[in-house]
Structure formats: structure tokens, C-alpha cells
């Protein structure tokens, strides 16, 4: 089964981009769409959207389209999930979380990355 | 497209059975068999509990079962346990072409 590993915490100001990674490991990554899943602090879990197999083909949330960029390097396992424009209320755990084709359950999950938008 | 209902909180007393329910609609719950259930305890990333509404993950425990009724589906913990206290969630693939999967609001399970 594939481990996913997120890069680390980030801290940024008002309007800035931050761009997350998810490193596959232990299975063939080509077989699963990554769908990537925020959390704001108390909050439940909230869809973002996911990008295909192999990575030429991405669907978003309404309400991130325009400020979320999802792309996957299949060379090296990879996937990033890129947020411009950030908000305050930006700031969340944000999960990458692997599908495998033809299935329509989350599993499994990356550790999160915490995203913390302040000034 | 409105997040799936769920309640706040559930609780029950070790041993005891509960049930969590996840309320959609015929867009997503009543219209497609691909209902899952995650559990996410403090801190943590959410782990897969149920998917396809009834069918369990090889090495979770067979206290957690799945099914659906309508536009309602539900998540049943028989034999509640200690470590069962955490958040529970459901989620639906939907026919909506702006947003292909929602989460449930999220249960709080409470053992007495």
C-alpha cells in the first residue's frame, strides 16, 4: 500500500502562495488519483479537489478555482497542491490523501501540513 | 453543495451500541453506494473506518459496520470502547459536477 509523507509547516503573510508536497512511497503511485483535503483549526474536514492518476487532468472545489494549482511529478512519486492569494482564513491543516482508480474512498492519508496565514 | 448533516455529538457508556447518522441527498448519499466513514482522533490524520457503505478495511475492527437507508446513511460502534472516543466523518461521491466528493459536519464520539 502507498505512505504518503507531507513537507512541513509553513507560515505566511496575507496574499502570499504556499505550496505543499506529498511524497509516495510502497506502491505503484500511477494507480491512484491524490485528492488533497484541508482542516481548518476546530473544524471539519473540507474537499478540495483531486488531480489524476497521471497527472494530466485536475477538478477543484468552485471555491478554489483560480488560487489552487494541483500537479504531480510521477518521476519522483510527488504531488503538490499550490494556494495563491491566501487568506487568513487559509490557515488549516491541509492533507494530501490517495484514491485508488475506479474507487471512491480516501485512503490513506498523509500526516497534514499545517498552513498558518497571519500578519 | 452543503456539507453531509451528521450530529455533533454522540455518546455512550463502555460496551454500549451507537449509531452516527450522515444525512444527504439523492445528488449524493441516495444516489451512489460510495459512502465512507473515517475516524480522526486529536492530532492526528483521519483513517478510513468503511467504504462503499458497508464493507471494512482488512485490520479494522468488526465493532464498525456501515448501511444505508434512503438519503441517510449510518455508522453503527457496538461494544463501545475507551479508545473509540474521537471524530467521526462521513463523506459521498456526488453527481454535482462542481464538487465531485463532500465530507460529513463531523461526530464527536463521547465514552462515558
Known amino acids: 500500500q502507498v505512505r504518503l509523507v507531507q513537507s512541513g509547516p509553513e507560515v505566511k503573510n496575507p496574499g502570499a502562495s504556499v505550496k505543499v508536497s506529498c511524497k509516495a512511497s510502497?506502491?505503484?503511485?500511477?494507480?491512484?488519483?491524490v485528492h488533497w483535503v484541508r482542516q481548518a483549526p476546530g473544524q471539519g474536514l473540507e474537499w478540495m479537489g483531486w488531480?489524476?492518476?497521471?497527472?494530466?487532468?485536475?477538478h477543484s472545489v468552485q471555491k478554489f478555482q483560480g488560487r489552487v494549482t494541483m500537479t504531480r511529478d510521477t518521476s519522483i512519486n510527488t504531488a503538490y497542491m499550490e494556494l495563491s492569494r491566501l487568506r487568513s482564513d487559509d490557515t488549516a491543516i491541509y492533507y494530501c490523501?490517495?484514491?485508488?482508480?475506479?474507487?471512491?474512498?480516501?485512503?490513506?492519508w498523509g500526516q497534514g501540513t499545517l498552513v498558518s496565514v497571519s500578519s | 453543495q452543503s456539507a453531509l448533516t451528521q450530529p455533533a455529538s454522540v455518546s455512550g457508556s463502555p460496551g454500549q451500541s451507537i449509531t452516527i447518522s450522515c444525512t444527504g441527498t439523492s445528488s449524493d448519499v441516495g444516489h451512489y453506494n460510495y459512502v465512507s466513514w473515517y475516524q480522526q482522533h486529536p492530532g492526528k490524520a483521519p483513517k478510513l473506518l468503511i467504504y462503499?457503505?458497508?464493507n471494512r478495511p482488512s485490520g479494522v475492527s468488526n465493532r464498525f459496520s456501515g448501511s444505508k437507508s434512503g438519503t441517510t446513511a449510518s455508522l453503527t460502534i457496538s461494544g463501545l470502547q475507551a479508545e473509540d472516543e474521537a471524530d467521526y466523518y462521513c463523506?459521498?461521491?456526488?453527481?454535482?459536477?462542481?464538487?465531485?466528493?463532500?465530507f460529513g459536519t463531523g461526530t464527536k464520539v463521547i465514552v462515558l
Open positions: 490523501v490517495t484514491m485508488k482508480t475506479a474507487t471512491s474512498y480516501f485512503d490513506p
Open positions: 510502497g506502491s505503484t503511485f500511477t494507480d491512484y488519483y
Open positions: 462503499d457503505v458497508t
Open positions: 488531480i489524476n492518476a497521471h497527472g494530466d487532468g485536475t
Open positions: 463523506s459521498s461521491y456526488s453527481s454535482s459536477t462542481t464538487q465531485r466528493y463532500v
